[in-house]
């Protein structure tokens, strides 16, 4: 009797450690998955801050959550689903894993985002300060220019969708299981296994030159603010450019965003009353409104750039693989796409026709500049000071990528890591921040020209991140799944990016080039 006793708990204690040892196996799988993940992610979010932090915040606590459990002795729910796998499900419905804290509590999900506070983020990319420059726009393209803000609203709502698309993949069940998290991600999973790291490089590459480029356009047009603001100064536009980089130089001793975060809803809230003001100014001249001035007719020469305008105010590819991944419900991902390309197609072809219509010929790079003296200095102050607290967004998102690539990349770097043991910053880790300030002041001062560099980044990152490699992806990841007007959608949009592409960095490039000539002898 006792023998057999014996026998009993000696099986139960060894079918226990078997189990123990699976859910051990698939959980370490699946804090390994989400390491590997975690690279990719901190490399891509960086794109959107506010996003990015709530990203790193989530997925650290998922794995301090997952040590943690494995220190109590294994899951705290859950015989039947291995957490090392159900990380992957975000169709919105299967349960996140949970654990216990050191005290036996159950430990807080990691806070996310709804639909409604990741259209806002969208929102925020796609409407900002640099729909200043769609009523130039207008003044070469016409109709077409109307026809474009549309058409490109729709290009790039559904490349954002198919971009989120590649991120999954079907599993035995035939379930769609989120398998990357990044733009990087699916970059390098197109050029594997030749080139495994090809596709991630082009995609950063393409990420910093969008990313100073910002930086350079928030300094251009500071300058090019304060100097219409106060005509009677006798201080040039590359002068004000002076000013601004020298308050922005603080940027360079940055550690984290949440001091300039603060200011960003502040920000958002001053730039749609300076909207509203600058369409009730218009409204207020609807009887001279020239309508005779619009015509189904294009500048040659410089409508290619305003294509570049028109893509650039839609940017917002490059982060959407993390906002999608933050959501509490990601099923909702396309519902929230669809509003927010809507509400901006909207609000972008208005503000354009009619600030095109109240000023016609006489349309400026910056609409703001064609307001009255009276109110131009207010208005133009204002989205100055919103400039400004701009700068260290993308400023800070390409020091972080800078260093993560040149001085962080494991054993790769090629220069020795710019933090000490303590992370207080070493002197050539200041040197490239104090670098990258002055070379976007030197860019501003001698080719300052709104129009002209926001079209050359919206031809060069803009119809590459939006249209080009988005639908290049799609064709190469998912084409077992795809229908066949997906692919005649996919290769439409990569050719006619291509063109605009083309044409639109052709052009920007001869004007920036006259531009400089024309610096260098003034």
Known sequence: MAHLIRHKISNKLTNAAHTVSHKSQAKVSGVFARLGFQAAT????????????????????????????????????????????????????????????????????????TSWEAGWNVTNAIQGMFVLGLPYAILHGGYLGLFLIIFAAVVCCYTGKI???????????????????????IANACCAPRFPALG????????????????????????????NSFPGFPVSQKAWSVVATAALLPCAFLKNLKAVSKFSLLCTLAHFVINVLVIAYCLSRAREWAWEKVKFYIDVKKFPISIGIIVFSYTSQIFLPS???????????????????????VLKGLF????????????????TDNLPSTIRAVVNIFLVAKALLSYPL???????????????????????????????????????????????????????????????????????LCFLLPSLFHLKLQWRNLLWHHVFFDVAIFVI????????????????IEAFRYNIHD
């Open 42 to 113: 901190d490399e891509e979010g960086l794109g959107f801050a506010e996003c990015d932090d709530l990203d790193y915040d989530y997925r650290q606590g998922m794995q301090m959550d997952v040590l943690q459990g494995e220190d109590e002795g294994g899951p705290a729910e859950g015989d039947g689903e291995l957490e090392g796998d159900s990380h992957y499900q975000r169709d919105g419905t299967c349960p996140r894993p949970s654990s216990l804290k050191p005290g036996g509590s159950l430990d807080e999900e990691k806070p996310k985002i």
């Open 163 to 185: 971009l989120i698309a590649c991120l999954y993949e079907d599993n035995e069940d035939g379930i769609k299981v989120r398998v990357r998290d990044s733009y990087v991600d």
């Open 200 to 227: 991630g490089h082009v995609v950063n590459v393409a990420q910093i030159i969008e990313l100073v480029m910002t930086c350079i356009l928030y300094v251009v047009v500071s300058g090019n603010l304060m100097y």
């Open 323 to 345: 906002l999608e991944g933050n959501m509490q419900k990601p099923s909702e991902f396309h519902c929230m796409m669809d509003w927010t390309h809507i509400a901006a197609c």
């Open 352 to 367: 354009a026709l009619v600030a095109y219509l109240t000023w016609a010929d006489a349309t400026k790079e910056v609409i």
């Open 394 to 464: 993308p400023f800070f998102a390409a020091v972080e990528v800078l260093e993560k690539s040149l001085f962080q990349d494991g054993g790769r770097a090629l220069f020795p890591d710019c933090y000490g043991p303590g992370g207080q910053l070493k002197s050539w880790g200041l040197g490239l921040r104090v670098g990258l300030v002055v070379f976007t002041l030197l860019m501003a001062v001698f080719v300052p020209h709104f129009a002209l560099l926001m079209g050359l980044t919206g031809s060069l990152t803009g119809a590459g």
């Open 497 to 512: 990016g291509g063109i605009c592409a083309i044409s639109g960095f052709i052009h920007s490039i001869e004007g920036l």
